[in-house]
């Protein structure tokens, strides 16, 4: 399910399929069969054989030079983020006998603090999107945002969670596309395999999207939230990668000063006090 023995294979199949005749510039005459660009399309447009292509997508050649690779992302359409992973693929391919469980993810005590500090909602996730470290403001925002939870399981299958979007499907979208950055090209370790398989498994939505290879998500985004106690409220979303841990990130929810959504934001954060206080 998660293409683990020929990742190659499984990435260049499904970002085929993404990219139109008409995006790479081939007109269509007739009826098409396939969804996307035909190999021998991609081979042409990259300046190799469909014979070399088609051994690549099959997994009999799995060593082309960074030329080659670097000609079908463009064919493909690849950002600089897809592109980089796509690379990582085949520089990955030594290392693919190394599949034991991760060691457990810590967050130092200073990034831990800085969290806790911020006056807005913020927490920090582990390379398989778990919530490590949240701040009082973050679980206002959404109960789902303590530590222990998972991101993806609580927005693809907690029906609380999934309400709290007001585009669920942009904010799968991200997500999918974050996990996939985060865990890189070890697609293969026990517990990406248990929670791609999982997820699979229970969200039709979760399967499409982890078969289209996206990647990306560690950037900003406005985040629009129909929360149950301040209603809609819009967040810009940073998500930072702290040089001590490179492995964790802090992701931090602010608002526009000023705007409607800051004064519902403090709103939030008044209710947090009110509880502390208590």
Known sequence: MTGA?????????????????????IPVVGVRRVAGLRREEVAMLSGISSEYYLRLEQGRYRNPSVQ?????????????????????????QPHVARRRRPARETVPGSLR????????PAFIEGRYLDVLAANPLAAALSPRLV????????VFLDAEERALFVDWEAATEGLVASFRQSVGTSIDDPRCVELVGQLSIASPRFQRL??????????????RFDHPVVGEINLHREKLVPAEAQNLTVAIYHADAGSPDADKLALLAASVQAVVGS
């Open 5 to 25: 023995t020929n990742p190659l294979g499984e990435f260049l199949r499904a970002r085929r399929e993404l990219v139109t005749p008409e995006q790479a510039g």
């Open 147 to 154: 530590v222990g939870a998972n991101r993806l399981r609580d």
């Open 113 to 120: 603090a800085f969290v806790d500090g911020l006056g807005t």
């Open 68 to 92: 080659v690779l670097e000609a079908i992302a463009r064919v493909l359409q690849l950002d600089e983020e897809t592109t980089a992973y796509l690379l990582g693929l085949v520089v990955a």
């Open 210 to 223: 982890w078969g289209r290879h996206d990647i990306g998500g560690r950037r900003g985004a406005l985040m």
